[in-house]
């Protein structure tokens, strides 16, 4: 079974909801992690709209890798925020597309992957390995990953060289890692989305489904 760890702001009407659809796609080995939140005040200038959010973001998510990484997993975990929907089947489908990237990589003896998007959409071009696999470049969007273990102090001390740069978002940081590496993939149809509602980051009624849509398709196209 895969480890789920999901970031999770303390509340509780979000708590049963991203319970009761983890129930429902069967992941049964899950933790929650508190999200982290700077102090009211707290700015930089490297974001792009609410500086405390995003920064609290990257604290969480590091948190959750963290958290991941002392529990000594040889195998896959997943990383998810807790608003995240999954389509139908996404276990047995992420779990197929695990052992199906496991052996394109044994094949092409590349090495490891590193990272494996279940939603969000590529900030460039794309190509497909195997069976729904896409090999990306820069990524967008970070609401479900699954990370190979042993990537994860790459990914941290990534993230400390490159956070006092612009554009300094999590997502943006984890996108231009697997890029720079050449170990990110991502599927398509993807496993999760986000439904419209409240973006804690945006301060404002959010709806990313267009937008996801239209990075796969102008990228595909690409």
Known sequence: MIPVFVVHLPNQERREKIAAELAKAGFTDVTYVSAQKPAQGFTMSNMRRNPSAEFG????????????????????????????VFCDGALEKLTAAIERLWTFWVASRLGKWEVLYLGGHPRGPVHEVIDGIYRISTFSCAEAYVVNPFAITYIVNFWLDRIGQPNAMWDFILGEYVARHQTGYALYPTLTHQPPGWSQIGNKHDDKRDLIERGWKSNLAA
């Open 57 to 84: 973001c990257s604290l969480s998510h590091l948190k959750a890798l963290n958290v991941a990484s002392m529990r000594g997993y040889d195998e896959p975990v997943l990383i998810i925020e807790d608003d995240v």
